[in-house]
Structure formats: structure tokens, C-alpha cells
């Protein structure tokens, strides 16, 4: 991957004078309205007035020493799915297109604007966040970074959030993760994801997917990065990131599920970053995880993605069910007959599974293994409706076995330039987010050798 800015460089020249918010506002603005870019297709909205206002503010701020934070100026993008005072929150659908305004920006855009952070505009999305492969027929799919000429996948849900930061249009993205829509974008794009522990961040002033499972979390370019992005939207202290040696961690590879129908470059870069890490000293185990066979069984028949969709879904979808994309309809209606008592069993069911997984992966760091089974399909390869759910599936499936542990992850690129791209995930335990971060920026360096 080219050398590009982070956050912390970006606070540094800042601070220095080397550039300005303004000037930043102005280079994003211009990757987004480049007609050979991938900016229509990734953004819904863009704040270009509001964006420069806020940046010359900032710029003012920093030069009486009131910045309010040392990010203070750096553009942002954030998830169609999220309100934005005075802005119609339309989740990616044309269903919501006569909804009023937000009368307030989400508890987690404001704690970004708080920080002086530059909203430039609203990311494309997968209609409704309900797939992980990221096509919206309503506002255009945007490209992966990768094998542009083709045309790949961006990956899902939060598909524009993660091409943003990937072609330079946002310097950190806001997206949210029910079964891996902040991770499988940031896999099939090259850059880093995070899904925290779900308790940590507020969920309100979002459109919900599934309470139960729904996070919101940050995409950018390095671990360092979304550890940033992610005190800001918990709201706790900015601490400096301390990179854990790798020599001594001790990582757990799940031979139950995970490992299961790997693409070819999948397989391949997974091990090459485990013999990477081997040689560095970590020392990684294969472990068989059988509390991870319950998860296909708890979403049988939609699980909770399905039945608590529905429960938001249901007026909506029969007023205007007709403008919804059909396969993101398919999937909510799957919750119509969803019984109470079913929901109760599936309640107790996952209650048993963290227990059981958590106890299962107590001794190790974190489980490490393939953020996805498949690198980003073609995008004209998905027209058939057999071939879409088997990528949607695969892309998922890895990412959904944390969202249902309750646990916190990190999908870190793991491929080499030129390769397809391939995302490494780290996972562990609800609450063992810093643990992650840690793990994350000592390891970051390492795997793609």
C-alpha cells in the first residue's frame, strides 16, 4: 500500500502549519468530484459548504490554540445510516427519501464534530445495512479499491464508507457492524475496521438492523487510527496507542467454521501471515471451536437480524415495500413469522453460546483468522440471485461469529500489493477492546511480510 497520511501525521502537520483543514476539506472534496473517481457512487450527500465553513473555523481555532481536539480540521465521512442535523436519514433506500430532516446529529456524529472533526458528506450504503457484499441499486455500487478496470465488490454494509478512505476522499470513516459491515469492506478495500464491544457505543440516531447485534464502529488506515476514532465515539480519554511485541502473544486459530470453503488467495495470505507471526514469535495454536457450529443454527431462519428488521420494517415495508431492493426485502419479510417463543429460545440460545465461547477462548489473546472466506467478488458475477447469497454468505459468515459472541474485532489487510486484497481479523471477548488495539498495531507490520 502507497504511504498516505494518518491521524496522527495529519494532527501533526496541522499543528505545524505544514497544511491546513482547509486545505485537506478541499483535496478530499476534489478526489470526490474527480468524474473518473468513485466519489458519486460512494457518497449519497456531500457537505462541500458546510465542510469548508467547519474546516476555516477549525483553522481559526488552531491559531489561537483552541482547537479542540489535535484532529481538529480532518475530514470524516459518515454512514448514510446516521443522523445528521437538518439532514433525511436515508439509510441507503429510496423508502426514506420523504422523511424529515434529523433534528439532531446521532450521540455519535456529534462526539465526532465535538473533537473538531469535518463531516464531508454522507457514504453509500447497502440498502437498509442487510448484506455484507455492499450493492445498492438505487444510488450506484461503488467500486473496490482493488482491480478497478473490473469492477469488484466494495463489500458490505458500510460499502462507500470503506472506498472513501481507501481512494482519499475521508481521512476515517464512520460506519456501524451487525455481521462484519465495518470489517468486510475494510477487507475487500485494504484498509483496517474495527467492531467494538457493542455496550461501548451508543446506538442511538441510527437506523437499527438488529438491536441485538448492531455496533457502530470506525474504518481508516491503521489500527492506530480506529483506536483514535474509537475513543472519540465512546467517549472515552484519547490514550497513546502502546503496540503489543509480538513475540509472546498468545493467538488462537478456530479450525471450527472459520477455515471452512477459504478462497485460494484467501487461504494462502492467511497462512503466509500466520507463519509471518510464527517467525515473529507468537505463539498461535489451532484450536476447534465447536460452540461456533450453533451460530448457522441460531440463524436458520433469519436469526435476529430477520425478526428484529421486521419489527422496524413492517409499516414501512408495507406502505413502500414496492421501491425496496427485492433481496433486501426477501430478507426482512423472513422475519413475518417469526414466533415470540421462538425469539425467546434464540434469546437463551445465544445467552449459552458467549458463555460457552467465552470460557472455550479465556486463555489466548485473541482468536486470529480470515476476516472473510472469499476475496471481493465481480460485481456483474452477482447478477444471479443463487451466486449473490453464496458471496453474501461467505463474506459474512466469519465476521457474524463475533457479532454473535458479543466480542470485539479488527480486520487488519493482510495481502500484499498487487494481491487481492485479504483482511486479517483479530477477535476476543466483549470488553477486550483495548487488548485488540494493542494486538492490532504490534502485528500490523508484521503480517504482510
Not at 406 to 426: F, K, Q, T, Y
Amino acid at each position: 500500500m502507497p504511504e498516505t497520511p494518518t491521524l496522527q501525521t495529519l494532527a501533526a502537520d496541522l499543528e505545524s502549519g505544514r497544511t491546513s483543514a482547509r486545505k485537506l476539506v478541499e483535496a478530499c472534496l476534489a478526489k470526490i468530484a474527480d468524474p473518473a473517481g468513485e466519489g458519486r457512487r460512494a457518497f449519497i450527500h456531500v457537505d462541500k459548504h458546510a465542510a469548508i465553513e467547519t474546516a476555516d473555523a477549525m483553522d481559526r481555532l488552531r491559531k489561537v490554540q483552541a482547537a479542540p481536539s489535535p484532529f481538529a480540521g480532518i475530514p470524516v465521512s459518515i454512514k448514510d445510516l446516521f443522523d445528521i442535523r437538518g439532514q433525511v436519514t436515508r439509510a441507503g433506500s429510496r423508502a426514506l427519501e420523504d422523511s424529515a430532516p434529523a433534528e439532531a446529529d446521532a450521540p455519535v456524529v456529534a462526539r465526532l464534530r465535538r473533537a473538531g472533526f469535518v463531516v464531508i458528506g454522507r457514504t453509500n450504503m447497502t440498502e437498509f445495512a442487510y448484506s455484507g457484499i455492499g450493492i445498492n441499486p438505487h444510488y450506484g455500487t461503488p467500486k473496490s479499491a482493488w482491480n478497478r478496470g473490473v469492477g469488484h465488490v466494495p463489500g458490505g454494509s458500510s460499502s462507500g464508507a470503506a472506498v472513501s478512505v481507501a481512494d482519499g476522499m475521508a481521512f476515517g470513516a464512520l460506519g456501524t457492524d451487525t455481521g462484519g459491515s465495518c470489517r468486510i469492506p475494510a477487507a475487500f478495500n485494504g484498509i483496517v475496521g474495527f467492531k467494538p464491544t457493542q455496550r461501548r457505543v451508543p446506538l442511538e440516531g441510527g437506523v437499527p438492523l438488529s438491536f441485538t447485534l448492531d455496533s457502530f464502529g470506525p474504518l481508516a488506515r491503521t489500527a492506530a487510527c480506529c483506536a483514535i476514532l474509537d475513543s472519540f465515539l465512546a467517549d472515552e480519554p484519547l490514550q497513546p496507542l502502546r503496540p503489543r511485541p509480538v513475540r509472546g502473544m498468545r493467538l488462537a486459530v478456530p479450525t471450527t467454521v472459520a477455515l471452512d470453503d477459504l478462497d485460494e488467495a484467501v487461504a494462502k495470505t492467511f497462512d503466509r501471515a500466520l507463519g509471518a507471526l510464527s517467525r515473529a514469535g507468537a505463539l498461535i495454536e489451532r484450536i476447534e471451536v465447536p460452540e461456533f457450529l450453533d451460530v448457522g443454527v441460531m440463524n436458520a431462519n433469519g436469526g435476529f437480524a430477520a425478526s428484529e428488521s421486521y419489527a422496524w420494517h413492517r409499516f414501512l415495508i408495507a406502505r413502500k415495500g414496492d421501491v425496496y431492493d427485492p433481496r433486501v426485502a426477501m430478507r426482512i419479510l423472513r422475519g413475518e413469522g417469526f414466533a415470540a417463543a421462538d425469539y425467546i429460545d434464540l434469546l437463551a440460545a445465544r445467552r449459552s453460546f458467549i458463555a460457552r465461547t467465552e470460557a472455550r477462548i479465556a486463555p489466548y489473546d485473541a482468536l486470529v483468522l480470515p476476516t472473510t472466506a472469499n476475496t471481493p467478488p465481480v460485481i456483474a458475477d452477482l447478477a444471479d440471485d443463487k451466486a449473490f447469497a453464496t458471496e453474501n454468505q461467505r463474506a459474512l459468515r466469519n465476521c457474524t461469529l463475533i457479532n454473535t459472541l458479543d466480542g470485539c474485532a479488527i480486520s487488519l489487510p493482510a495481502h500484499r500489493e498487487s494481491e487481492a486484497p485479504v483482511g486479517l481479523m483479530l477477535a476476543a471477548a466483549g470488553g477486550s477492546d483495548r487488548r485488540i488495539f494493542e494486538l492490532a498495531a504490534g502485528m500490523e507490520g508484521v503480517i504482510r511480510g
